[in-house]
Nanobody, 118 residues
Framework: VQLQASGGGLVQPGGSLKLSCAAS????????MGWYRQAPGKQRELVAT???????NYADSVKGRFTISRDNAKNTVYLQMNSLKPEDTAVYLC?????????????WGQGTQVHRLQ
């Protein structure tokens, strides 16, 4: 299973970005999907997750500004990020829990850089 993330970039103060992460390969079923981020010198932290039935969970720091969603037909998870702050600058990584012919597994995308300009 491979994950391809896209949508990162430079954003002006108060700006928005939408990240996408598409899963491909021998996928029989996808369970949870999520976004994490890692800033320089800091540990990786959870940003948001979404279950197969659409239940969502957010880090307190992004509640009200970020929205996670998924398109099950496309095996894709999205992260709409509004009102970006300097502290949102990080590499954003997607994670997907999946069932394949090899059994249950968890895969990570390559990461996409988000940089909020000062």
């Amino acid at each position: 299973v491979q994950l391809q993330a896209s949508g990162g970039g430079l954003v002006q103060p108060g700006g928005s970005l939408k990240l996408s992460c598409a899963a491909s390969g021998s996928i029989l079923r996808i369970n949870g999907m999520g976004w994490y981020r890692q800033a320089p010198g800091k540990q990786r932290e959870l940003v948001a997750t979404i279950t197969s039935d659409g239940s969502t969970n957010y880090a307190d720091s992004v509640k009200g500004r970020f929205t996670i969603s998924r398109d099950n037909a496309k095996n894709t998870v999205y992260l709409q990020m509004n009102s970006l702050k300097p502290e949102d600058t990080a590499v954003y990584l997607c994670n997907v829990d999946h069932w394949s012919p090899r059994g249950w597994g968890s895969s990570w995308g390559q990461g996409t850089q988000v940089h909020r300009l000062q």
